[in-house]
């Protein structure tokens, strides 16, 4: 049974299953309008891929109506292929730019993503994936992290297998990965093999997280996040150990909860 706030108390985690994407896109929503008006200034930590769309919708409507105002917010996205430019439809800079960034009033200098370089300067994405970490602390770090959750139980790129103490750094990602998100691009030899992410320690340094799963095909992804043991083969485990997640998930992705 809900509690009269909507959540699920499995074993104290903080789970809210709703009816469908939209209630979950709202209920989102409302998590990080409130985290904006309770702070002068906020550091969200942004995710990609299709499952925030309906969240950053939400957010967009929220501005148009005064409700929220992106003015004092900072802003640091989880990952970034590697070889796509900003430019690229199916880069996250892209994405962040057409869905939330150019219609909320956001300062441009106060967004960042991690650079997507190309596939041959290791040296310089190291340098920049250590600037970018530093910059995270520098704003005071992220106070609220939005996450998403790959099939395979990934959050941000950081794949099955990923240390639970890394920081962001240039990833390769899974065949099961790039099989995913091939749907975004004209065949799956065109996704990047490679990408840059925050590291699952950069990711549990946020003061709080929400995680966001629609859709059947998470199910089992969520079941074993949730209930499962803390493994990192399930990369999105470690949450459990996070003292401040909520977990918001449809009727499918929670069907195993
Ligand atoms: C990508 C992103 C993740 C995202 C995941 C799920 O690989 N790097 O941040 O959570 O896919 O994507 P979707 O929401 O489209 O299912």
Do not use: W
């Amino acid at each position: 049974m809900a509690d009269s706030n909507g959540y699920y108390d499995l074993d104290l985690k903080r789970v809210m299953v709703l009816d469908n994407y939209e209630e979950m896109s709202k209920a989102a929503a409302e998590i990080v309008i409130n985290t904006i008006k309770n702070k002068e200034r906020t550091v969200l930590g942004m995710a990609t891929g299709s499952t925030p769309l309906g969240l950053y919708g939400n957010l967009v409507q929220g501005y148009k109506q005064g409700k929220v105002d992106f003015s004092n917010t900072v802003s640091f996205n989880l990952d970034e292929y590697v070889g796509l430019d900003s430019g690229h439809s199916q880069s996250y800079n892209y994405y962040m730019r057409e869905n939330l960034f150019s219609l909320v009033n956001i300062e441009h200098d106060h967004v960042n993503i991690p650079h997507g370089f190309s596939e041959n300067s290791d040296k310089d994405c190291n340098e920049d994936c250590i600037n970018y970490e530093t910059k995270i602390q520098q704003s005071g770090g992220i106070d609220l992290q939005i996450l998403g959750i790959g099939n395979n139980g990934h959050i941000g790129f950081n794949e099955p297998g990923t240390s639970f103490d890394s920081i962001t750094r240039k990833v390769k990602l899974a065949d099961e990965t790039i099989k995913a998100n091939a749907r975004f691009f004209d065949d799956e030899s065109d996704v990047p093999k490679y990408a840059i992410s925050m590291g699952i320690k950069s990711i549990m340094r946020a003061r709080k997280i929400i995680l966001l799963a629609s859709g059947i095909e998470k199910a089992h992804a969520i079941e074993k996040t949730v209930k499962g043991s803390i493994t990192n083969m399930v990369p999105a485990s470690i949450l459990q150990l996070h003292p401040e997640v909520i977990y918001i998930v449809d009727k499918d992705a929670g069907k195993n909860l």
